[in-house]
């Protein structure tokens, strides 16, 4: 049984405690009695000190079949986890296979918590029957739900309280089964726990009624997943993809040699892949539609060296290969994600043509471009140089933004990072130092491209050069999981807040920056409409132009507004533009640019 650390969460708003102080004091003597206690051997612990402001309150729940000595030991990874990814925040979750842990300086126990939550989805689709395999998870659901809030707690002696969780299968066809499990914490009513269930398989529909073979929904108070195991359906998958000069009568017969071809060299074998100058050709059983395939691929390399300055032509091969990279994917409408050319180098001529399946999404055709870089390589100690160069960074940190960058491209290591703007100095500067080490250390190690988004800032790594410019790939929206009542807050009230926002946004004038006017692209405030307080903010990446901002913000607001029309609060975040509403306030009225309409 695994035990692998599956994500956190640091609550900053909460704030830190100093080291040596009484609050640290207090959350050691509450760690050591949890980790020398009976209760941990029922799977659940809660354990709380003080009141008010120095409240202390340590929760601790492990998964229905991992009591004992297995949650003992999941409580104390998760606790050392906790303590290098939220060093000294008074808040914080983390989730790992077995247990979840959360320190809080606010009591939050039998309540539902329905913001911290996330989806995980299987990399491999279910296969030809997507339908069938949601109708039979929809009834193992209702099974193992139902089983979580009747049977009684096992490990708890002359307890009558349900146990809440299940677990449970169910037979796919002849060969396969699907597996389930849901669980809630152990402080939720049974009323709550039925809530908290239907909540996130509502909220996360999306993720796992995606085809996949598996999925898993956790959160600070339930959490279920479920997973199809046994042989794949007998898919029989044909790619093919000719040279995008090659179309036609080229591309016909080319097919007709490879696939010919690979049926001698791979005779009966259901996987196969051939290459020839004009195509490629692929036999499969599996579905990989859109994915970067990183494992199949080979160099043939010219019998003949470079004569001359080797370094001059591998960096003009470099950016060859970068422009025609840009072509091929940012022609209008549909990019053929090909393209070719030339360079002059002194007497000769350089040739290059870049290519990638048309199954691609523009995005993953230039991130396979982009790539990892090499330990040690001058790119990861270009990319340290920079992290190092943010602590003394107070200029950006004072502003809110910046963004540094070292050599040209196609060599180009550059790392952008936004705070929120009432985030300013030192949250700022806590917060890219936090995002910066996770991102490189943890999430995206080696990758060339990268982006990672927090409460108060977002932080990127790129091989590119994209400031100024919109980025419309990267993106995900958060909506609330309740739903508005009638037309208590009419769409159109909530979209004019948020166009009043933008206005002030790119009107108003930075006062943070000296010396040059500067529009601040960030905006708060709040409207009153009828018996209730909306609330938003609105905020562009400081590389944006007015201009920029506005077309960023109507880009995303129509992008996403099927997402966040009917309920009671979002965020949509992207690299280059986020705006958020909420029927509570969420930031300080007395911070900057805030305007109550």
């Not at 003597?29 to 029922?42: D, F, L, Q, T, Y």
Request: proline share 3%; hydrophobic share 30%; aromatic share 10%.
């Amino acid at each position: 049984m695994t035990n692998s650390y599956l994500n956190h969460k640091c609550l900053v708003s909460q704030g830190k405690y100093k080291p040596g102080s009484v609050h640290e004091k207090s959350l050691e003597a509450i760690i050591h009695s949890i980790s020398v206690g009976e209760n941990i051997n029922s799977g659940y612990d809660m354990m709380s000190f003080g009141d008010g402001p120095d409240l202390i309150c340590v929760i601790l729940q492990c998964r229905g079949d991992s009591y004992g000595s297995k949650c003992r030991s999941c409580f104390a990874s998760a606790m050392a986890g906790l303590r290098r990814r939220c060093p000294r925040y008074k808040g914080g979750i983390i989730w790992f296979d077995q247990c979840l842990l959360e320190i809080s300086s606010i009591d939050t126990v039998g309540q539902l918590n329905y913001d911290d939550s996330f989806c995980m989805s299987n990399a491999k689709n279910v296969g030809d029957n997507p339908y069938l395999f949601i109708l039979k998870w929809d009834t193992l659901f209702d099974n193992i739900s139902h089983i979580a809030i009747t049977e009684k707690n096992k490990n708890l002696k002359d307890a009558n309280k349900p146990a809440l969780y299940g677990a449970g299968e169910k037979r796919l066809g002849t060969k396969r089964k699907m597996y389930g499990m849901v669980q809630c914490t152990d402080d939720l009513s049974v009323k709550a726990c039925q809530e908290c269930l239907v909540s996130n398989i509502l909220k996360f529909q999306d993720c796992w009624k995606s085809g996949k073979r598996g999925a898993r929904v956790l959160g600070r108070s339930c959490n279920f997943s479920m997973m199809a195991f046994g042989d794949e359906p007998d898919m029989v998958s044909v790619t093919f993809l000719c040279r995008g000069d090659s179309y036609g009568p080229k591309c016909r017969s080319c097919f007709a040699t490879a696939q010919s071809e690979l049926r001698k060299r791979c005779p009966r074998n259901k996987g196969g892949i051939i290459w020839y100058d004009h195509c490629l050709v692929e036999f499969s059983s599996s579905d990989t539609t859109g994915q970067i395939n990183y494992d199949d691929g080979f160099c043939m390399p010219s019998a003949k060296n470079v004569s001359g300055d080797r370094i001059s032509f591998e960096k003009s091969l470099l950016v060859l290969i970068s422009d025609l990279t840009r072509i091929a994917v940012t022609k209008k409408q549909k990019p053929p994600l090909y393209a070719a050319g030339e360079k002059r180098l002194g007497k000769k001529k350089l040739y290059v043509m870049v290519q990638c399946m048309l199954d691609l999404s523009e995005k993953g055709c230039e991130e396979f471009n982009q790539g990892k870089y090499k330990p040690g390589s001058q790119h990861e100690k270009a990319l340290n140089d920079i992290i190092q160069s943010f602590s003394k960074d107070s200029e950006g940190f004072h502003t809110g933004f910046s963004m540094e960058a070292y050599g040209k491209e196609p060599d180009i290591v550059a790392i952008t990072y936004q705070c929120r703007i009432d985030s300013r100095w030192p949250k700022c500067h806590s917060c890219v130092v936090t995002a910066g080490s996770e991102l490189l250390r943890k999430r995206c190690p080696r990758d060339k491209g990268a982006i990672i988004w927090y409460d108060q800032c977002l932080v990127e790594f790129s091989s590119l050069d994209t400031f100024g410019q919109i980025n419309y790939d990267d993106n995900f929206c958060m909506p609330s999981t309740k739903n508005l009542i009638g037309d208590s807050i009419s769409f159109e009230e909530r979209l004019r807040l948020l166009d009043n926002l933008t206005e002030m946004a790119v009107t108003k004038i930075d006062r943070n920056i000296k010396g040059i006017k500067k529009a601040v692209l960030y905006a708060a405030g709040e409207k009153r409409l009828g018996k209730n307080n909306l609330y938003g903010m609105v905020q562009c990446s400081g590389d944006l132009s007015v201009q920029g901002c506005n077309e960023c913000m109507t880009y995303y607001t129509v992008h996403f507004q099927n997402c966040w029309k009917s309920k009671q609060g979002v965020r949509v975040l992207s690299r280059s533009c986020n705006f958020r509403y909420e029927l509570y306030p969420f930031i300080n009225p007395k911070g900057p640019y805030y305007t109550k309409f």
